[in-house]
């Protein structure tokens, strides 16, 4: 079983419904994010990624926003199937310092048939 | 087409046990890293490493030592378990500079210390 996101936010949507999950990131130097989703046992799979000199990207079926402004991040995702079940981490590289991704804690999206 | 390998997918350990886990990418990537993952929180940086011969300290290196002899091969070395250590660790590997950084998960090893 699966132990992981035992007490995450959930976000519930009925089947074909849109979906958006929200992401708050701390760091202002960060200059690219990524929205990363992750199964049930398995390993964080990317989805969509946007650098910081642009607000939105989109992809097939999701787009990702961001207003940096308010450090917010968004994923949108256009009429959510049950495929889409799964927890969603945002993750941040900074532009300067350690070379490396932090995740925030994840959301996981609950889709409804 | 394998990507990222890590091995044993599951393992107990007795606290106060040594153990490896092992990480193999195929993807010519520079950038590998570690990363463990408890209940309800996000993935939180371990080691890493930016090319063979050089790794530097995560957010919670402590309990955990990593060396990269080659390109391919990051190995996670577990000191002495404790029950803390209790975790799903997860490698990655990437290309790394300043437009993007992709970076692509193995499947988790899920490690139990008792």
């Known amino acids: 079983g699966e132990s992981v996101g035992l007490h995450l936010p959930t976000l519930s949507v009925q089947e074909g419904d849109n979906s958006i999950i929200n992401c708050a990131y701390s760091?202002?130097?960060?200059?690219?994010f990524i929205w990363y989703k992750q199964e049930s046992g398995k390993g964080p799979q990317f989805i969509i990624d946007?650098?910081?000199?642009?607000d939105k990207r989109q992809g097939q079926r999701v787009t990702v926003l961001l207003n940096k402004t308010v450090k917010h991040l968004s994923l949108q995702i256009a009429a959510t199937q049950p495929g889409d079940s799964a927890v969603y981490f945002c993750a941040e590289k900074s532009g300067t310092g350690r070379r490396a991704l932090t995740f925030g804690s994840g959301t996981r999206l609950q889709v409804q048939p | 087409n394998a990507g990222v390998t890590q091995t044993p997918k599951f393992q107990v350990l007795k606290t106060g046990q040594s153990m490896t886990l092992q990480c193999a990418q195929d993807m010519n990537h520079e950038y590998m890293s570690w990363y463990r993952q408890d209940p309800g929180m996000g993935l939180r940086l371990i080691h890493y490493s930016v090319g063979a011969g050089i790794t530097d300290q995560g957010e919670v290196p402590n309990g955990y030592n990593v060396s990269r002899s080659t390109t391919e091969d990051f190995p996670l070395r577990l000191l002495s378990a404790a029950p803390s250590q209790t975790s799903v660790y997860f490698c990655a590997s990437s290309y790394w500079d300043r437009a993007r950084t992709e970076a692509f998960f193995g499947q988790g090893t899920r490690l139990t210390v008792v």
């Open positions: 760091n202002s130097a960060s200059d690219y």
């Open positions: 946007i650098r910081s000199n642009m």
